[in-house]
Nanobody, 114 residues
């Protein structure tokens, strides 16, 4: 069973930045399609960004130009650099690891508020 652990959430003012991290156990991280999702109260979980093992990225329209997904295969770690944060970015952010089977972390809360 793959273990997925997110970190880096917190409270930030509008316009600020945060960097989320996701560490995945095991030796097959480099093969995994990785993704960040988020879920705000009363809403369904939504896809934020994905990154392949080779570094090809895709973004939801609502984060394009503000968020950057990246990964370090040598450290089994994925990142989400979030800039120009808005109150509507407030959510629990989840890391998803996929290689046939899907594994989720428990999430990290991001709150954007003045």
């Amino acid at each position: 069973q793959v273990q997925v652990v997110e970190s880096g959430g917190g409270l930030v003012q509008p316009g600020g930045s945060l960097r989320l991290s996701c560490v995945v156990s095991g030796s097959i991280f480099k093969l995994m399609l990785m993704a960040w999702y988020r879920q705000s109260p009363g809403n369904q979980r939504e896809l934020v960004a994905t990154i392949t093992g080779g570094g090809i990225t895709k973004y939801a329209d609502f984060v394009k130009g503000r968020f950057t997904i990246s990964r370090d295969n040598a450290k089994n770690t994925m990142f989400l650099q979030m800039n120009s944060l808005k109150p509507e970015d407030t959510a629990v952010y989840y890391c998803n690891a996929n290689l046939g089977e899907t594994s989720w972390g428990k999430g990290t809360l991001v709150t954007v508020s003045s």
